[in-house]
């Protein structure tokens, strides 16, 4: 009764609880982990292959970031983002995102900028490849990197921690309908604005960037307001 593809994760009990979390919350942004769901840390601990100390902890680590809530006796339940929820995160990445990208566009050199190309062009392979969990990996680390060059650690954590409340839980149907791929490929469009020194271009490109990303949460109808108005008749 797995719910998880096996991973094979080996290292120290530190380093394993790391791992594991990290595992869980690239299965909850793709939806291998479905909200509203309760999971066992025995259960999860039998897909990886381990034992279920290290999975208990680190199910404990995301209980600590809002993305699952103990539930006595029986494990822990995966939160719900509601699209209230999901407006105010976007709005909140948009506020900090956007101008950082025109600040980064300004002061960073060519060769830190032609650094991410290789994780951009790693979001169109994984996208096209229809490689979910790699395709959220190099995203995230695009992002986040692209953020570090304007030196304020503060910025990409504050911003890690709204990517993480904000998972997509509707991947694997965007990426059935083929709508993941023209998202994978603004990263790119991006990269280029920021080497051509448009910092105004990068700063638009961004925007739409993060308004085609919440559309598209808005269109995989996994939020539980889009499943209540499917039900009803509608819903992304």
């Known amino acids: 009764m797995g719910h998880l593809p096996h991973r ?20 909850l942004i793709s939806g291998e982990l479905r909200p509203g769901q309760v999971y066992s840390a025995p259960v999860l601990a039998e897909d990886f292959g381990i034992s279920a100390t290290p999975v208990r902890e680190a199910m404990l680590d995301l ?12 494990g822990f339940r995966v939160t719900e983002v509601n699209e209230r929820d999901l407006d105010q995160y976007t709005e909140i990445r948009a506020l900090i995102e956007i101008p950082t990208v025109g600040q980064v566009t300004r002061t960073a050199t060519r060769e830190e900028l032609e650094a991410l190309r290789p994780t951009a062009e790693e979001i169109v392979r ?59 490929e603004e990263h790119l469009e991006l990269l280029d604005l920021m080497l051509a020194g448009d910092a105004k271009g990068a700063e638009k490109c961004m925007a739409r960037h993060l308004s085609h990303v919440r559309s598209l949460w808005a269109r995989s109808g996994s939020s539980p307001s889009a499943k209540g108005r499917r039900s009803a008749g509608a819903a992304g």
């Not at 209980?63 to 029986?74: I, T």
């Not at 149907?173 to 994978?184: I, K, N, T």
């Open 8 to 27: 094979d994760l080996n290292a120290s009990r530190e380093r394993l609880r790391d791992q594991v979390a990290h595992a869980l919350r690239a299965a």
């Open 63 to 74: 209980a600590r970031e809002g993305l699952v809530e103990p539930v006595r006796n029986k």
């Open 126 to 184: 994984a996208a096209r490849d229809h490689d979910l969990i790699g395709y959220l990996e190099a995203d995230r680390q695009f992002h986040l990197s692209l953020l570090a060059l304007s030196g304020n650690e503060r910025l990409v954590e504050t911003v890690g921690d709204l990517r993480k409340r904000s998972r997509l839980y509707g991947l694997t149907a965007l990426d059935e309908r083929g709508e993941l791929l023209p998202s994978a």
